[in-house]
């Protein structure tokens, strides 16, 4: 437990809070430090919440699956990111989607109190910190959104790219997936994203090698 409090420190939810502040709310929140392997499934659709998680090392994924079995990735994560505190703080009965390992993984899970603590003033600004960072993922949700609803892949693919460059500040830069992993991204079919980027090749519009893009 000790060896990851550098990385609470760089965690939103803990914004403002020392190291002993955040042990003082690891023990609220009833924490537990969890292994997984990579591909072991760390929350499973359909599973009720009660766990608010943070990647302490490794990487995971959230994953959304379609009635016909079509999975699109929604975030990966990466240490000091949370998941699942909109599923608790929603009271929902089920998780809508799968959260999974990608490499060997240590996840932090937390347990809202069902009553408050005494210590309000850490607890209080873990509330606050908790509000931000739902508010921050609508943000990435809405931006993924922009990219989603455009009609063809080579626009869903366009939109990504130049959102990519924005953020990085530059025209050449890399991305975070394979190319399964940006399929599933873009919710469109791998071989026709394959032929996109071939095509946007050819036309001079981009170059690419594995995970390095370049907008011309």
């Not at 060997?104 to 210590?119: A, F, G, H, R, Y």
């Not at 989603?148 to 025209?171: D, H």
Request: glycine share 6%.
């Amino acid at each position: 437990m000790e060896n990851y409090f550098e990385i609470l420190k760089k965690c939103r939810m803990f914004t403002g809070l020392d190291i002993d502040d955040i042990k003082c709310l690891t023990e609220i929140l009833n924490s537990k430090v969890v292994k997984y392997s990579k591909g072991d499934v760390i929350f499973s659709e359909g599973e009720k919440p009660e766990h608010i998680g943070v990647v302490l090392h490794g990487n995971a994924q959230i994953e959304r699956t379609d009635y016909y079995g079509n999975r699109s990735i929604v975030a990966v994560l990466e240490p000091s990111e949370v998941f699942g505190e909109a599923f608790v703080c929603a009271g929902i009965k089920s998780i809508p989607v799968d959260v999974v390992a990608l490499d060997e993984t240590v996840v932090m899970l937390l347990s809202l109190p069902d009553i408050p603590p005494q210590n309000t003033d850490i607890y209080n600004c873990f509330i606050l910190n908790l509000l931000r960072t739902s508010s921050v993922k609508n943000l990435v949700l809405m931006k993924r959104l922009e990219v989603t609803s455009k009609r063809s892949t080579e626009e869903k693919l366009m939109t990504y790219l130049m959102q990519t460059a924005k953020e990085q500040g530059k025209s050449s830069f890399h991305i975070t997936y394979d190319r399964q992993q940006l399929a599933d991204y873009l919710e469109v079919d791998r071989s026709g994203l394959s032929a996109v980027i071939g095509k946007l090749k050819k036309s001079g519009k981009i170059k690419c090698r594995k995970d390095l893009f370049e907008l011309l």
